[in-house]
T-cell receptor
C-alpha cells in the first residue's frame, strides 16, 4: 500500500497570504489528523477529520481550517499568514475501525516558510 | 489531562550497543495507547511500536521493544544493536481512543561508529 502523501513538500509564502496544504491518506483509512511542528512549541494537534466530519479540534485560531472529501483526502487552509505559522505541517492517517486505539501513520510533511 | 514526559534531550550510543529512551506518561483514563515514533532529519514521523494499556506483554518489533511498566506509568523504548541509521529524534506519544496524539518533547539519539 502507498503511504500518506502530502503536497506540496515545501512552500514559501508572504505574510498576509493564504495557503492550502493537501494530504492523501493510506487507502482505506478514514481518519486524517493534522499537526504543526515548530522548534519552540513542538508537535501540536490542529484537527482531525473522520468520514468528512471534524471530530477533534486543537487550540488554534480560526485562521486554521480544514476539510475532508468523500475519498478521505484532506486539505488544510491557513489564511492571513503570520511569521509564526512557519512550521512543518504533518498529516497522519489512521484506520479507525470499531473500538480501540489505532496508530497514526504520518506523511513526509509540508515545510511552510512565511516571510 | 494527558501528558508525556521525555527527560533525555539527547543520548549517545555506539554502534551495535543497546540504548534505552525514557518515557513517562500521565493519564487517569484506564484505556490508552502508547506509541513511539522516529523522526529523521527529513522530517517524516515513522511509526515504530505500539503498546495498549491492557496488553499483558511488552510490545516488540524487530530491534525495538517497549518496556511497559504500568504501575510506574513508564513506557521506555529499547533499541537493541544500534545502527548508524538509528540516529534521529524519537518521540513518545499517547492516545486515548480516537482522541489526538499527545507527544513528548523528544530525545535526539546519536549513534557513533
Amino acid at each position: 500500500k502507498a503511504g500518506v502523501t502530502q503536497t506540496p513538500r515545501y512552500l514559501i509564502k508572504t505574510r498576509g497570504q493564504q495557503v492550502t496544504l493537501s494530504c492523501s491518506p493510506i487507502s482505506g483509512h478514514r481518519s486524517v489528523s493534522w499537526y504543526q511542528q515548530t522548534p519552540g512549541q513542538g508537535l501540536q494537534f490542529l484537527f482531525e477529520y473522520f468520514s468528512e466530519t471534524q471530530r477533534n479540534k486543537g487550540n488554534f485560531p480560526g485562521r486554521f481550517s480544514g476539510r475532508q472529501f468523500s475519498n478521505s483526502r484532506s486539505e488544510m487552509n491557513v489564511s492571513t499568514l503570520e511569521l509564526g505559522d512557519s512550521a512543518l505541517y504533518l498529516c497522519a492517517s489512521s484506520l479507525e475501525e470499531g473500538r480501540g486505539t489505532y496508530e497514526q501513520y504520518f506523511g513526509p510533511g509540508t515545510r511552510l516558510t512565511v516571510t | 489531562a494527558q501528558k508525556i514526559t521525555q527527560t533525555q534531550p539527547g543520548m549517545f550510543v555506539q554502534e551495535k550497543e543497546a540504548v534505552t529512551l525514557d518515557c513517562t506518561y500521565d493519564t487517569s483514563d484506564p484505556s490508552y495507547g502508547l506509541f513511539w515514533y522516529k523522526q529523521p532529519s527529513s522530517g517524516e514521523m515513522i511509526f515504530l511500536i505500539y503498546q495498549g494499556s491492557y496488553d499483558q506483554q511488552n510490545a516488540t518489533e524487530g530491534r525495538y521493544s517497549l518496556n511497559f511498566q504500568k504501575a510506574r506509568k513508564s513506557a521506555n523504548l529499547v533499541i537493541s544493536a544500534s545502527q548508524l541509521g538509528d540516529s534521529a529524534m524519537y518521540f513518545c506519544a499517547m492516545r486515548l481512543g480516537f482522541q489526538k496524539l499527545v507527544f513528548g518533547t523528544g530525545t535526539r539519539l546519536l549513534v557513533s561508529p
